[in-house]
């Protein structure tokens, strides 16, 4: 589907449940990975990405599709939830082992299968934050929220370009980092 096709159902939604239901369902796996990435706890991505839905339902009224794609204007709304977030709580949130499964997971999912992810994601989590700020905003808009670098610049409030380029040397540390390079 299109970034039309979702700016369009965005519309529609404001009156039509069926289109706000196929908006919800489509974004939100997509913004809950991009806030889980950032906090690394799920009771707190759960918050966030209430919060985020939440305000997106209160503010559908006020999307203008001529300023930005629906998905900018709702991860810009995920990255300031997420800011206020981050304020209300100072402290930095350590890892648990249960965070780093996935709730959704088969229950047929094997045990060493379920341990090598969870491996897998604790070292790309701690690689991720020897990222400085940005370099992990724009990694994490990227792959868990799944947006282009149009999209990201427009919420980071900087040029495509630097987007773009900043991502390229976010992955080469990234790849540095897991001792790919």
């Known amino acids: 589907?299109?970034?039309?096709?979702?700016?369009?159902?965005?519309?529609?939604?404001?009156?039509?449940?069926?289109?706000?239901?196929?908006?919800?369902?489509?974004?939100?796996?997509?913004?809950?990975n991009?806030?889980?990435?950032?906090?690394?706890?799920?009771?707190?991505?759960?918050?966030?990405t209430s919060i985020t839905f939440m305000k997106m339902n209160e503010n559908l009224d006020s999307y203008d599709p001529t300023k930005a794609a629906f998905s900018t204007w709702l991860f810009r709304i995920a990255n300031n939830a997420l800011i206020d977030h981050t304020r209300?709580?100072?402290?930095?949130?350590?890892?648990?082992w249960d965070d780093l499964l996935d709730p959704a997971a088969p229950d047929r999912e094997e045990p060493e299968a379920v341990i090598m992810t969870g491996e897998t994601n604790r070292e790309l989590?701690?690689?991720?934050?020897?990222?400085?700020?940005r370099e992990r905003r724009i990694v994490e808009l990227k792959f868990w929220g799944d947006l282009d670098t149009h999209?990201?610049?427009?919420?980071?409030?900087?040029?495509?370009?630097n987007a773009r380029v900043t991502l390229h040397r976010a992955l080469g540390k990234?790849?540095?980092i897991l001792g790919d390079g």
Not at 4 to 28: G, I, W
């Open 1 to 32: 589907m299109t970034k039309e096709f979702y700016n369009e159902l965005a519309t529609r939604a404001t009156t039509d449940e069926e289109a706000f239901e196929e908006l919800y369902e489509y974004f939100f796996p997509r913004v809950y």
């Open 151 to 161: 999209a990201i610049a427009e919420i980071l409030s900087m040029t495509e370009g």
């Open 88 to 96: 209300r709580h100072d402290k930095k949130n350590e890892t648990e």
């Open 174 to 176: 990234l790849k540095n």
């Open 125 to 133: 989590l701690a690689a991720l934050d020897k990222l400085n700020e």
């Open 34 to 48: 991009f806030i889980f990435a950032r906090l690394k706890n799920v009771a707190d991505a759960d918050d966030v």
